[in-house]
């Protein structure tokens, strides 16, 4: 089972609403990664977890924060985004940081 | 220089042709380097993983490397339709095990 699912699917919140971003694998992984996607542009790496600590953070603003409750489940929590941070946010998780990653479906952000 | 380099495209060939995606990497340390499949609206899909020189074979698939040029590509035989999507070049950064990708080049199959 290659799976990591996401949730929601789609989000739209305003700009001065709290929501979180839910991921989870059960493929015994533990290296976990958020990536933000927009139109066109490549994922771009936000933050990484190995085993269960973050690892990389890639100076992404404090509206962002990432969480790791366990070995299978990551969460983004989101507080006054912007409307320029409406993306695709993509989960991803690989066995270990050098070994490939599998991505969720992501979920579709909107920021009004 | 970008750290992953691609063609844009769009890559267009008929079908049943080869096609064939080209990246090269600027960092000498990268260790894994991947390819994944994105379709229009979903979220990347990892197809094939090379890490050392040579070629690697899966299906209608095959990823070549050549460290000493820093250049991988992926060939895709007798294509399809189904194959149209955007293909991302990713190269494991080996100084800081960050996996970094290119812009992606888009493939479009015509029947």
């Known amino acids: 089972d290659t799976e990591v699912t996401q949730t929601p699917k789609h989000l739209v919140m305003g700009m001065t609403n709290k929501k979180s971003l839910k991921c989870e694998q059960h493929?015994?992984?533990?290296?976990m990664y958020w990536y933000k996607q927009k139109a066109k542009k490549p994922p771009e790496l936000m933050f990484v977890y190995s085993y269960e600590k973050l690892s990389i953070n890639e100076s992404v603003p404090s509206r962002f924060s990432p969480e790791c409750p366990n070995s299978s489940l990551l969460n983004l929590h989101l507080h006054a985004l912007q409307p320029e941070d409406s993306a695709l946010y993509l989960c991803?998780?690989?066995?270990?940081?050098?070994?490939?990653?599998?991505f969720g479906p992501g979920t579709r952000l909107t920021v009004t | 220089q970008k750290e992953v380099e691609q063609n844009s495209g769009p890559l267009s060939v008929p079908e049943g042709a080869i096609a064939s995606l080209n990246c090269t990497y600027s960092d000498r340390v990268s260790q894994s380097f991947f390819w994944y499949r994105q379709y229009s609206g979903k979220s990347p899909e990892l197809i094939m993983s090379i890490y050392s020189n040579g070629d690697k074979e899966d299906g209608r698939f095959t990823a070549q490397l050549n460290k000493a040029s820093q250049y991988v590509s992926l060939l895709i035989r007798d294509s399809q339709p189904s194959d149209s999507a955007t293909y991302l070049c990713?190269?494991?950064?080996?100084?800081?095990?960050?996996?970094?990708f290119g812009t992606g080049t888009l493939l479009a199959v015509q029947p």
């Open positions: 493929m015994g992984h533990r290296a």
């Open positions: 990713a190269v494991n950064r080996g100084a800081t095990n960050k996996l970094i």
């Open positions: 991803a998780s690989s066995q270990d940081m050098v070994t490939s990653g599998y």
